[in-house]
């Protein structure tokens, strides 16, 4: 298991960027899938972006190709989460989570074992 931590959340207008990191602990970060995920409230959980061990393959939810940009740095057992253009549809907890089994891209909740606790987003019109 790792432990994951988020940080980069906060306020920003709309057409503005952030960087969000998730850092985990232990020597087996590249041994997992990731994921970013958010949840506005109201609304149900869903998949943003996910990047497989490599960092070779990535997914992207629809809703932000080519605006956000995910990434691994596994010398650094970190995760990125790069998010231009921003518009207040993008306010929502974004949380990072780790796949342990397989070697591919998931987007699915169930396939991920291990959550960090979240960061908030919030975008102004």
């Known amino acids: 298991q790792v432990q994951l931590v988020e940080s980069g959340g906060g306020l920003v207008q709309a057409g503005g960027s952030l960087r969000l990191s998730c850092a985990a602990s232990g020597r087996t970060f590249s041994s997992y899938g990731m994921g970013w995920f958010r949840q506005a409230p109201g609304k149900e959980r869903e998949i943003v972006a996910a990047i497989n061990r490599s960092g070779s393959s990535t997914y992207y939810a629809d809703s932000v190709k080519g605006r956000f940009t995910i990434s691994r740095d596994n010398a650094k057992n970190t995760v990125y989460l790069q998010m231009n253009s921003l518009n207040p549809e993008d306010t929502a907890v974004y949380s990072c989570?780790?796949?342990?089994?397989?070697?591919?891209?998931?987007?699915?909740?169930?396939?991920?074992?291990?959550w960090g606790q979240g960061t908030q987003v919030t975008v102004s019109a």
């Open positions: 989570a780790a796949a342990r089994y397989g070697s591919g891209v998931y987007s699915l909740p169930a396939s991920y074992t291990c």
